[in-house]
């Protein structure tokens, strides 16, 4: 299996335009999850699906921020309109199974909001 | 809620030296408690869990880690440290049927030759 694939792998952005992050998760995992890794907050749980259904969204900071996950291969992390304090790195993770807690990580996108 | 305090914000060994990172978890039941590496430029990758049974745990690349209820603590080791385990380490804490993993702010390892 190719692992957790996430795109883009950077992107720059100007404040106020939509940003769309993207993730495709290892294939027969059911849980998939949100991070945002900065230097002042470390990594923190956005949100995270269970089939495809969104579980827990208590850590979007804001209406700014939403996620789907259409399919049970594919997420997207959107931001609009984006501000530059949402410059971090997004990772995506996916595991397997009922309080199965072996997340395996993509290798993040880094976002920079200028 | 659970959280995690990783006291070492960075530590540098020596090559071949031994390695020990600091853990301290607050949770009121049985935690369970992850290590995590993150490599620069990469994502997470787990080292070792633990959930229960075997208060000491072996992982990926060497490394250990030791759960003690009594100090609420999950230190990680690894007897003979090398050039190659440079990177971030991170430990994290969940509680049973609750995906909310909560991280440590991370350890920064450096190794000198």
């Known amino acids: 299996d190719a692992g957790v694939i996430q795109s883009p792998r950077h992107e720059v952005t100007e404040m106020g335009q939509e940003v769309t992050l993207r993730c495709k998760p290892i294939?027969?995992?059911?849980?998939l999850f949100w991070y945002r890794q900065t230097m002042m907050r470390g990594l923190e749980l956005l949100i995270y699906?269970?089939?495809?259904?969104?579980?827990?969204d208590s850590g979007m900071p804001e209406d700014r921020f939403s996620a789907k996950m259409p399919n049970a291969s594919f997420s997207t992390l959107k931001i609009q309109p984006s501000e530059p304090r949402d410059s971090a790195v997004y990772f995506c993770?996916?595991?397997?199974?009922?309080?199965?807690?072996?997340?395996?990580f993509g290798p993040g996108t880094r976002l920079t909001v200028t | 809620a659970q959280s995690v305090t990783q006291p070492d914000i960075h530590i540098t060994v020596s090559e071949g030296a031994s390695l020990e990172l600091r853990c301290n978890y607050s949770y009121g039941a049985t935690p369970y408690l992850f290590w995590y590496v993150q490599s620069p430029g990469q994502g997470l990758q787990l080292l070792l869990k633990y959930f229960s049974g075997d208060t000491l745990v072996q992982g990926i690349k060497g490394f250990e880690a030791e759960f003690k209820r009594s100090q609420s603590s999950f230190n990680l080791r690894k007897p003979s440290v090398h050039w190659s385990d440079a990177a971030e380490y991170f430990c994290?804490?969940?509680?049973?049927?609750?995906?909310?993993?909560?991280f440590g702010a991370g350890t920064r390892l450096t190794v000198k030759p």
């Open positions: 699906f269970n089939n495809n259904v969104p579980i827990d």
């Open positions: 294939s027969g995992h059911d849980y």
């Open positions: 993770a996916s595991s397997w199974g009922r309080s199965s807690y072996e997340q395996y």
């Open positions: 994290a804490v969940a509680s049973y049927n609750n995906n909310d993993m909560r």
